[in-house]
């Protein structure tokens, strides 16, 4: 694009999912209670996990991770896209839009990494059942979880400042409901090669590297409880393919949006598919991950009749 004519972009308008103003009130229900629903859901794994002596273990503790950041991630597009379904002004400041950007990959990638840290603790429970109290301490834990922030936070830091180098003038038109790293690359009037370099190399690392991991650590999985009986492999197996369902749908949403060439990007399916990582499944991670355990479901119950004969 000719960076020659046209102004310093100061803003952005976001287009949203739909131009169809009639529209916009369905979207804004639908997504007003999927957001509720996700919010509720992640601060009760928080509330039950912190609360109940019986869940003090690191599957848990990473489950509570989880929820923690699957909280900020369904925070940092859905309150502003509610917004913007409801309003005349569909505009975010410049700095903000990067702001927004910066936070989005920083929970987006910390969500994936703790996803597959958790798949390490099922192999470990699994396939290593004796040395799992101590292989997955509470201080390895730990350090594994502020490793997936340190990373996270360094990988949003390099794609934010690479967004920053580049010019953006005259079209400040961003189709999406958010600001997200294809729609910006369109929209720059710079030589992006470096940012489409950064996202094919260093993206396959830090993204396809965990999702290989945890397709290869589910296989583990998978051959080890051949061996249970057939009550303990239906039992693994209905906890295995939800996980994997919830695995493969946001990876594959993510590796369809970020791994193409920004030339072939279509706004269409970009929005699609980033509704499926950023809404859908930080919603459904508390309820596929954790209200289907038979623990975490004594401890709902016990907290639930603990707070009405209480009063």
């Not at 103003?21 to 639908?30: K, R, V």
């Not at 350090?143 to 580049?166: E, F, N, P």
């Amino acid at each position: 694009m000719n960076c020659e004519n046209g102004t310093d972009i100061v803003e952005f308008v976001l287009l949203g999912l739909s131009s169809q103003p009639e529209q916009q009130p369905l979207f804004f229900l639908i997504f007003l209670l999927m957001y509720v629903v996700g919010l509720l859901g992640n601060i009760m794994m928080i509330v039950l996990i912190t609360l109940d002596a019986r869940l003090q273990t690191p599957m848990y503790f990473l489950l509570r991770s989880l929820s923690v950041v699957d909280m900020g991630f369904i925070s940092v597009t859905v309150p502003q896209m509610l917004a913007h379904l409801v309003s005349s002004s569909k505009t975010i400041p410049f700095y903000s839009c990067m702001a927004q950007f910066f936070f989005f990959y920083v929970f987006g990638v910390t969500d994936l990494l703790v996803v597959s840290v958790m798949a390490l603790d099922r192999y470990v429970a699994i396939c290593n059942p004796l040395h799992y109290a101590t292989v997955m301490n509470q201080k390895f834990c730990r350090h594994l979880v502020a490793g997936c922030w340190i990373i996270s936070t360094l990988h949003s830091m390099l794609h934010a400042g690479l967004l920053l180098r580049l010019t953006y003038r005259g079209n400040n038109h961003l189709a999406h409901y958010f600001c997200d790293h294809q729609p910006l690359l369109q929209l720059s009037c710079s030589d992006i090669s470096i940012n489409e370099a950064a996202i094919f190399f260093e993206g396959v690392i830090v993204i396809l590297g965990p999702f290989i991991f945890v397709i290869l650590t589910y296989a583990r999985i998978v051959a080890a409880v051949m061996n249970f009986s057939s009550s303990g492999r239906r039992k693994a197996f209905s906890t295995c393919g939800s996980h994997l369902t919830i695995v493969v749908l946001f990876y594959g949403a993510i590796i369809g949006v970020y791994f193409l060439p920004t030339s072939n990007y279509s706004s269409q399916r970009g929005s699609i598919f980033a509704v499926m990582y950023t809404v859908i499944t930080p919603m459904s991670n508390p309820y596929i991950y954790s209200l289907r355990n038979k623990d975490v479901k004594e401890a709902l119950r016990y907290l639930v009749s603990k707070t009405v004969f209480s009063h």
